[in-house]
């Protein structure tokens, strides 16, 4: 004869196996001091040619990949004047693995007056997760994604993970 698992069991299990993770989004809230506004991965594809995007991770994760037509700004060295030739109210996208440096970036930005900064929600994270392409060195597609360490990688669904 079966018996049938008491549900306050199943629920006790649940809970014990999921106690101290967090999921992508709770990780990500945890990070940002909200300072940036946010944009989305999907809110931001149909408009890559009208926004300048930098890319505030450091150069070796720039070069494993990048979204396309993004400048590099290394958030390690990170200065405004390497942005004075943008418009203060040009719409400028920040991004790097999942949104902590370049909301920081972000934040400089804002300081120095420029007027329309948002930061990639969830990073080269949420942008590859979601399918979108990613150019390599040689800005040709690639699969590959620099995931700053092996922690974070965890994060990384789709795509080669890179340390």
Known sequence: MNKLIPPFILLLASTLTSCGQKTYDEKLESLYRKTVPLIKADSLKPRLSEVVILDTRAEEEFQVSHI?????????????????????????????????????????????????????????????????EVMGSKNTPTDSVHTYNKSWGKWLLKGTKVY
């Open 68 to 132: 396309q037509g993004a400048r590099f700004v290394d958030y390690d060295a990170f200065e405004v004047t390497q942005v004075k030739d943008i418009p203060l109210d040009q719409e400028l996208i920040v991004y790097c693995s999942v949104g902590y440096r370049s909301e920081r970036v972000g934040e400089k930005l804002q300081k120095a007056g420029y007027t329309n900064v948002k930061n990639l929600y969830g990073g080269i994270f949420s942008w590859k997760n979601e399918g979108y």
